[in-house]
């Protein structure tokens, strides 16, 4: 049984959980291996090195989006493709991501939150809840 009372909150505390992991999973692409050598990380898995400004911009404008809640279900899914890319180029690492060249499991986890956050909603205090929430009310009394 969810608890009604509890809900919104714990929705709030996923979404910013989860936009605050994406932005800093494209920061780390950004500032650490910077994106030459992310293009290079992506040439040698077979993947077209020109997707890799793509991906970072995404992971950022996604994660802003998630953590604001402003569209942030519809941001947490569209984002699922990214890291179902990044969950292949690590599938055959194993598990742990302290595993040479990093594990899988980081990314199958991002991939579960985005879907729960889109299941479940942007919770409270998210700003497109905020603008809908009375938007009925506002076209009974008009």
């Keep these: 049984m969810i608890d009604q009372r509890y809900a919104p909150y714990a929705a709030t505390l ?14 780390l692409k950004l500032l650490v ?7 290079g990380f992506l040439s040698s898995h077979g993947m077209p090195a ?3 400004w793509p991906v970072v911009t995404l992971e950022l404008a996604g994660g802003a989006l998630i953590l604001l809640g402003w569209h942030g279900r519809i941001a947490s899914l569209l984002l699922l493709p990214v890291m179902a ?3 292949a180029a690590h ?3 194993g598990w742990v991501f302290s595993n040479a060249n ?7 986890f991002l991939i579960a939150m ?3 956050h889109g299941l479940l909603g942007d919770g409270a205090f998210a700003m497109r809840s905020a603008a809908t929430e009375t938007l009925p009310a506002r076209l ?3």
């Design 114 to 116: 985005s879907v729960v």
């Design 50 to 52: 020109f997707i890799a």
């Design 14 to 27: 996923l979404r910013l959980s989860l936009g605050t992991m994406w932005i800093t999973h494209a920061l």
């Design 91 to 93: 599938i055959g690492n």
């Design 140 to 142: 009974k009394t008009a």
């Design 33 to 39: 291996f910077t994106i030459a050598g992310f293009e």
């Design 102 to 108: 990093g594990g899988w499991e980081y990314p199958l």
């Design 85 to 87: 890319g990044a969950m």
